[in-house]
């Protein structure tokens, strides 16, 4: 077991962890393993006192009323996620808490949440439900699949980079083709799946970016990806 340590935060496990997104903290610390770095997994919730030096964030998605009851709290811890995301700190945060690290968030039902402001983007609450798999080309990591589940439709502003350009699927919102959002080390998406299992490449960012800022330098190791790669062209050709 390597003594390069890599600590893993999981953000509020108890309440946005719906469609699997345990599962990219499962597959970053088997990643990160392979890598020759010791993970180390801890979980945040309301109240809890966070982290002193988190070296990778994870969060997942959520039901509006989820988005609810932590919003108190992530305002609270706020200022830290700011400082740690300017710092270079990767993030990788999904649906429900991609749309709360941005400005707002509207809801169908008119209520407004606040976001904290990681990102320039507005969400706002539709009539409809975007569902199905999804294609998508990063410039950054390639081909992205996964699967999206929300009635958010989500406008970037200046400042604020889209993670990818959808080719099967329909993303932030219903008109420009865009998905997901990127600022610093930090990344937001709407891709549920979960989404590292079948994107390493996006698991191998969010390490290399750790040990380079903990240890000065990222020695990746050789993985075979061969499973992965044929369960990611399967999911490519799965219809929507």
Known sequence: MSNKTLTIVQLYPQDMNIYGDWGNTLALARRAKAHGYTPEIIDYNPSDTFPENPDIILGGGGQDSG????????????????????????MLVICGLYQLFGQEFRTNQGETLQGIGIFDAITVGGEERLIGNIVEESEEFGTLIGYENHSGIT???DGTRPLATVTKGEGNNTTDSTEGARKYNVIGTYLHGSLLPKNPAVADFLIA????????????QTIDDTTIDRARESAMNRPR
Do not use: R
């Open 209 to 220: 970016e750790a040990a380079k800022k903990k240890y000065g330098e990222f020695i990746p």
């Open 155 to 157: 406008t970037l502003s």
């Open 67 to 90: 988005q609810s009851i932590i919003q108190e709290d992530l305002h609270a811890i706020a200022p830290k996620l700011k400082e740690l995301a300017e710092n270079g700190t990767p």
